[in-house]
Every structure is written in structure tokens, then in C-alpha cells.
């Protein structure tokens, strides 16, 4: 049975449990949700989770399956929802982000710079966003490289007043970064 097509009558086998149809539904598309998952996650054992997942997903909910539905068109909206909780999950981990930037550095140079400028460009939309003294305070310090109390002397203001600034816009930019880190990832993902 396997490598037939997955009809509306084997979809209709599907509900009903039956194996042979399950097999043949693993064997025409496990590849393709693998390839799918890979183009997300860009790790091979994740990716292959998520395969498993997939079809255990499919073979669980096989009673709500449509018999006229596009069988493809199912598995690819739940690996690719499976693909992107497992690649928000792996945002958070150490690991996967060193190996995603390992895996960056061995791609083209020019992708990195793309990136690079577009990471250096959203977070000149956060400092921007700023109130005029916590931008002034941060270019003067991350940018010039003065220290506070080269800065409270420049400005006429108290070095105490400085790390208030800077303390301020840091955790703005964290908050702001941290939210779109997931984003961030996947956008990354996806590029790659």
C-alpha cells in the first residue's frame, strides 16, 4: 500500500484506523514535513521530533480528519505549528543558539552582514524611540565610548544622574530585544 495516493477513500480508512493507510500516509509524506521542520529549526534531531509529532498528531486526530481535505495541506500546517513551538522553545536554549550561529558561520558572509545590519538598524529604532536624554546618554556612552563622568561634565548634569539614563535605556533596549527575540529567530531561521 504504500506510496499510493492518500484519496478521500484512504482518508476515510484513515479515520476508521486503519494501519496499512497510516503507513503508507508516513511513507509518501514523512520526508516532506522533515525537509519542512529542517528549513525551521536547521537541527536535525529536533527536525525529526517534530516528524514524530506530526503524524502521532495525525493518527490521534484522525477522527476529525475532513475526507475531501488536502492531506498535505494538514500535515504541513501542523509541522510547521510544531516547527515554530519547537523553535521558540529552542530560542530559550544556550545550545540551539550556539549551534544556530555556528551554522551561520558557515554560511555566505554577505547573509551575516544582512543580518548584522538589520539587528544594528532595529536596535537604532529602539534607542530612537528613547526620551532625547536616555538617547543622548546612551550614544555618548555605547557610541563615543565616554564614560559617566565624562558625560555628566558635557552634559552639566551628575554622574548619578547619568547611570540613572543608562539604566533606564538598557532595560528598555533588554525588554525591547527579549520580546523579539522569538521573532528574531525565526526570521533568522528562515533566512538561513
Known amino acids: 500500500m504504500s506510496n499510493k495516493p492518500i484519496d478521500g477513500n484512504s482518508i476515510k480508512q484513515l479515520i476508521e484506523g486503519n494501519e496499512d493507510v497510516f503507513t503508507s500516509l508516513y511513507e509518501s509524506y514523512s520526508e516532506k514535513v522533515y525537509r519542512l521542520a529542517f528549513r525551521f529549526l536547521k537541527d536535525k534531531a529536533l527536525s525529526e521530533e517534530v516528524v514524530q509529532e506530526t503524524f502521532i498528531n495525525v493518527w490521534l486526530s484522525r477522527e476529525k480528519l475532513d475526507p475531501e481535505g488536502n492531506m498535505w495541506l494538514y500535515l504541513y500546517v501542523v509541522a510547521k505549528r510544531l516547527a515554530l513551538n519547537s523553535l521558540r522553545q529552542a530560542c530559550k536554549s544556550n545550545d540551539f543558539v550556539e549551534n544556530l550561529l555556528n551554522f551561520m558561520e558557515e554560511q555566505n558572509s554577505t547573509e551575516e552582514e544582512v543580518l548584522a ?12 524611540k528613547l526620551p532625547r536624554q536616555q538617547q543622548l546618554v546612551f550614544k555618548l556612552s555605547r557610541v563615543e565610548g565616554l564614560s559617566y563622568k565624562e558625560i555628566a561634565e558635557q552634559l552639566n548634569i551628575s554622574p548619578n544622574t547619568v547611570k540613572n539614563h543608562m539604566v533606564e535605556a538598557l532595560k528598555t533596549l533588554r525588554s525591547q530585544l527579549r520580546y523579539s527575540d ?3 529567530c525565526i526570521v533568522l531561521a528562515y533566512l538561513i
Open 117 to 128: 545590519r538589520d539587528l544594528e538598524n532595529f536596535t537604532g529604532k529602539i534607542i530612537e
Open 182 to 184: 522569538i521573532i528574531y
